[in-house]
């Protein structure tokens, strides 16, 4: 047991190493035509990366599972992560000349259920690409990206030292831009791409501060000796490193101000979006705060800033997503106002209904996406205008939907009711436990109670326009090279039904695994609100189905649909003037440094000119300038002797 987590994190890392370097070996031969032998190497190719990145996957969710077997739901049941001895051991130490590196795997409660969710969502996602990318070229490649992306996530999840979780922490980023940007030959999807990256990196850059100002200050890097040393650190110290912390968490949970490149990030693949947004980089925030949760709670301001994110996070987002179009920017912006929910929890003092939502979101999120993609490749868009009568042609992925929206909406008996609700309660004691100030706690509680009524009316919104009213048949455009958009008649491959099916299970049943913590009163206020949102919706659809039912949000709409305008403020404030910035640099490179290089020549080729009409092969003009040259001398001579 004590192997099992390096060998949970390393059967991905060489899932990856093989598939970039072994799918396409050995190549084609035969008599058949070039086109037929590339074709048909191009599916074996496909095939072999197939099995190369489902086989580990499958082995890793086995020992991740055995990991979290005892102690897994321990934690959500209110133990804390640390209850029973960490399972794992240390392979060696990197000598730094000062707080040294400790290369240490460990599981213990925490990270032996959120091992199992990782492993479990990419074996579904894994399993699932293969019939979603089975036609295209670049499938190794992207599966194999896949394997590292869950390597990373696994290494973070079972880090016993800072810096080797950072590693980890690091590689998912650069895992993100590759698989967001899979279709790069569309400019809109490089430039997603990128975003992703760049925002993300500008969050690390505090987070790195962060994890040194605690190394420091506990004299060590490892999480458990950090932890020790808590009760030690002046307030000072521990408001600082959190505060650096929260910036690498608003970054990676795409929390605000940090939350503008998750909805762009959906010009990935489909399974991508539900790799990132259910058990990887999305989930990585709240996991580090969880972990590092007592560092946390002695930072008292911290706590507050938390607070106010995630108020805000949560209802702006659940609002953006009331009026987009596209499904999955629907459920982009759902992640994120999810997220703000987790945090919020996180800032009430709960990390046990914050982690448990964690669990459950991460369910029924891959099971909504994966289903959108089905919907997707049957229909050949993602704008929910386009689709509508979907229920017959696909009934699977309409009772998976269904399942998924119940628990996104937390209505009994599906698992979001009852982690959204633990995490209501926490909010709720927040305001007599003095774990916030009292401006904190009430702005958090009232917009987690407002964002539970939105939440229903985007679900009943999406739910209403993909599969039900008539369907709206448009001649849709000849699909560009590569992409996964297939109209087709059937409902979808099996390697995609597949997990769909085995994901609806736990979205529906997983909040009975747990020991249940419900309060009555605020189960039945949320499941009210819900329905009241849910119930306008579907007022204003009946009236006219054909019409999208967010015109109930009268004028605030169109602000709504472009997420309050974020992305314009930060274009405004940042990208145009760094954009002036660097077209000033780039000028005064060209005509001060390059001019004065570009002088200096053309100063050299007028002397050179100037010279060169004394040097033009006349002999007798040589022995008149030397003749000159002496008597000028000899004048010279005779007058200042």
């Not at 946390?296 to 800033?305: E, K, S």
């Not at 459950?360 to 009568?389: D, E, P, Q, Y």
């Not at 998924?404 to 982690?419: D, E, H, I, K, V």
């Not at 099996?494 to 009975?512: I, K, N, Q, T, Y």
Request: aromatic share 8%.
């Amino acid at each position: 047991m004590t192997t099992f987590p390096l060998l949970a994190v390393l059967l991905p890392f060489l899932a990856a190493f093989a598939g970039l370097l072994l799918s396409r070996l050995p190549r084609s031969r035969g008599p058949a035509t070039e086109d037929l032998r590339a074709g048909a190497a191009g599916a074996r190719a496909n095939t072999r990366a197939a099995w190369i990145a489902v086989l580990p996957t499958a082995a890793s969710a086995v020992l991740a599972i055995g990991l979290a077997w005892g102690p897994g739901f321990a934690f959500l049941n209110g133990e804390g992560a640390t209850t029973s001895p960490p399972t794992g051991q240390t392979y060696g130490t990197i000598v730094t000349g000062g707080v040294p590196i400790s290369l240490t795997l460990q599981a213990d409660n925490l990270s032996g259920i959120l091992g199992v969710l990782v492993t479990l969502v990419a074996l579904a996602v894994q399993t699932y690409s293969v019939g979603y990318l089975k036609d295209d070229p670049r499938y190794p490649s992207y599966s194999a990206f896949i394997s590292l992306f869950t390597s990373a996530m696994l290494l973070v999840v079972y880090a016993g030292d800072l810096l080797v979780l950072y590693v980890g922490w690091e590689i998912m980023g650069l895992c993100s831009y590759l698989l967001i940007g899979h279709w790069w030959e569309d400019r809109g999807n490089s430039r997603a791409a990128v975003k992703a990256f760049l925002v993300t990196r500008l969050g690390d850059v505090g987070f790195l501060f962060g994890i040194f100002v605690l190394g420091l200050a506990a004299g060590s890097f490892r999480v458990a000796d950090v932890l020790a040393k808590v009760p030690e650190m002046s307030p000072a110290t521990l408001v600082t490193a959190t505060m650096l912390l929260l910036a690498g968490v608003a970054g990676k949970s795409a929390q605000v101000p940090l939350h503008t490149w998750l909805p762009d990030a959906m010009a990935g693949p489909t399974p991508i979006s539900a790799l990132i947004h259910a058990a990887t980089m999305v989930a990585a925030g709240i996991f580090i705060v969880a972990r590092l949760f007592p560092a946390f709670l002695a930072a008292r301001p911290t706590l507050d800033v938390l607070a106010v994110i995630a108020a805000l996070g949560m209802l702006g987002a659940a609002l953006a997503a009331l009026a987009q179009d596209d499904l999955k920017r629907v459920l982009a912006y759902s992640t994120v106002s999810q997220l703000a929910y987790m945090a919020g929890g996180l800032a009430a003092g709960s990390d046990t209904s914050a982690v448990f939502h964690l669990v459950t979101h991460g369910a029924f999120k891959a099971l909504l996406f994966l289903c959108a993609g089905v919907v997707i490749h049957h229909v050949g868009s993602n704008l929910m205008s386009r689709m509508g009568g979907l229920r017959r042609e696909l009934p699977v992925t309409f009772v998976a939907t269904t399942i998924g929206f119940a628990a996104l909406m937390g209505l009994p008996p599906a698992s979001g009711f009852f982690s959204k609700d633990s995490l209501l309660v926490a909010m709720d004691g927040a305001l007599t436990t003095g774990v916030l100030t009292d401006a904190a706690a009430l702005l958090l509680y009232a917009c987690a109670l407002a964002t539970v009524a939105v939440t229903g009316a985007y679900a009943a919104r999406a739910w209403l326009r993909t599969f039900f009213g008539e369907a709206t048949p448009a001649a849709l455009p000849e699909p560009e090279p590569g992409t996964a958009h297939v109209v087709d008649g059937r409902e979808a491959p099996r390697s995609m039904l597949v997990p769909v099916a085995l994901l609806a299970l736990p979205a529906l049943l997983l909040g009975f695994a747990v020991e249940p913590h419900l309060a009555l009163g605020v189960a039945a206020t949320s499941v009210v609100l819900a329905l009241l949102g849910a119930g306008a919706v579907y007022a204003f659809w009946r009236i006219d189905p054909g019409a999208d039912p967010a015109r109930l949000l009268g004028p605030f709409r169109v602000p709504c649909e472009r997420a309050f305008y974020v992305d314009g403020l930060y274009a405004a404030l940042f990208v145009r003037p760094v954009m002036v910035l660097a077209r000033l640099v780039v000028s005064t490179d060209d005509r001060v440094v390059d001019g004065a290089v570009r002088g200096a020549g053309r100063s050299a080729r007028g002397l050179s000119g100037a010279l060169r009409f004394a040097q033009n092969g006349n002999v007798q003009l040589y022995v008149s300038g030397l003749l000159a040259g002496v008597l000028l001398i000899a004048v010279g001579a005779v007058m200042f002797t």
